[in-house]
């Protein structure tokens, strides 16, 4: 009996064994400490994201609404109404009155001349 009790007394976690547990477990704490860091850094490129896009919402709302309405100041009938509403001494121009002048073709002419002025 003596015996048995000496064998189990002696036995001893050996300084090998504590130092491989130790190690283990600054490994896994330096692990999850990295984890935490690369997922905070997901999360604020994602609300980053989400920012930039509702930016981009918000400017292509601007701009619809700056083309409605640059439409409506540029309807031809409501520019005819608004000046009849103010008074104006304008006339329409009728169609054959008007006409087009393009640019000239040679461009080089054009330097030319401008060149010797």
Do not use: W
Not at 6 to 21: G, N
Not at 45 to 60: F, N, Y
């Amino acid at each position: 009996m003596n015996r048995r009790r000496q064998e189990t007394q002696h036995q001893r976690i050996s300084p090998f064994a504590i130092f491989s547990i130790i190690l283990a477990m600054a490994i896994g704490t330096i692990g999850g400490v990295t984890h935490v860091v690369y997922r905070n850094c997901q999360i604020k490129t994602a609300r980053d994201i989400d920012a930039v896009e509702r930016r981009i919402e918000q400017h292509q709302l601007d701009i619809r609404t700056v083309e409605m309405r640059a439409d409506q100041i540029l309807n031809l009938f409501a520019i005819r109404k608004t000046l009849e509403e103010v008074g104006t001494d304008l006339v329409p121009i009728p169609l054959g009155v008007s006409e087009d002048i393009l640019p000239p073709d040679d461009a080089s002419e054009s330097a030319s001349v401008s060149a010797s002025l």
